[in-house]
């Protein structure tokens, strides 16, 4: 792994730690964060940075790590950058709400074995 992995994990793991604090923050539930433009923006963008952020992690680190869905998370920005209007709530909500949190602990996990090697 190189120290570009690093930065990047720590990256996606601000991010992920942002979309966590809009929620708080606004007191979102599915409702108010639906008709809500500010935090569904914020959380847009979160996801959408995450995404690019996965993108450029290093191939090594992405073989070595492959029970995370990459291709996935990049495909998910890629689907948001390109057809915003048409994004579906209730997936950006799930997303939020349950893959980043999960996204998240798998950062923090590789890179405490990242630190161990």
Not at 20 to 27: A, D, L, P, V
Not at 30 to 43: E, G, L, P, R, S
Not at 54 to 68: F, I, N, P, Q, R
Not at 93 to 104: D, F, P, Q, S, V
Request: glycine share 4%.
């Amino acid at each position: 792994m190189k120290n570009r992995d690093i930065v990047i994990l720590n990256q996606i793991i601000k991010y992920a730690d942002e979309i966590s604090g809009t929620i708080s923050r606004f007191e979102l539930d599915y409702d108010k964060f639906n008709n809500d433009y500010i935090a569904k923006n914020a959380i847009a963008m979160c996801i959408l940075q995450i995404g690019e952020s996965a993108g450029k992690l290093t191939d090594e680190l992405k073989s070595k790590y492959s029970k995370v869905p990459w291709r996935d998370i990049v495909a998910t920005r890629n689907r948001a950058v390109h057809a915003y209007g048409s994004i579906d709530m209730e997936i950006l909500w799930g997303i939020a709400t349950t893959n980043i949190i999960e996204l998240k602990i798998y950062c923090e996990d590789i890179l405490k074995e990242m630190e161990q090697n």
